[in-house]
Nanobody
């Protein structure tokens, strides 16, 4: 069984930066794509950024130019660097990762951006 642990959320002022990290633990023999999702109150969960096992990335239009997703396969970590944060980025952010041909979710970390 693989577990994902997220860290790095918090409260930041508009225009500030945060870095989210997602660390996987357990026996891992296959690495697939990973991503970060977010869910704001009253809204559906949406994909923010994804990264393939080869490092190829995809970003939602609303965060392009501000967010960067990266991964370290040797450490089984996936990170989301968030710059120029806006109040509309406020949400619970969830890590999603595919390991050993299964999909796993983190517990979520709150990001709050004050205006």
């Amino acid at each position: 069984q693989v577990q994902l642990v997220e860290s790095g959320g918090g409260l930041v002022q508009s225009g500030g930066s945060l870095r989210l990290s997602c660390a996987a633990s357990g026996r891992i023999f296959s690495i697939g794509s990973s991503g970060w999702y977010r869910q704001a109150p009253g809204k559906q969960r949406e994909l923010v950024a994804s990264i393939g096992s080869d490092g190829s990335t995809n970003l939602a239009g609303s965060v392009k130019g501000r967010f960067t997703i990266s991964r370290d396969n040797a450490k089984n970590t996936v990170s989301l660097q968030m710059n120029s944060l806006k109040p509309e980025d406020t949400a619970v952010y969830y890590c999603n990762a595919n390991y050993n041909y299964q999909t796993y979710w983190g517990q979520g970390t709150q990001v709050t951006v004050s205006s």
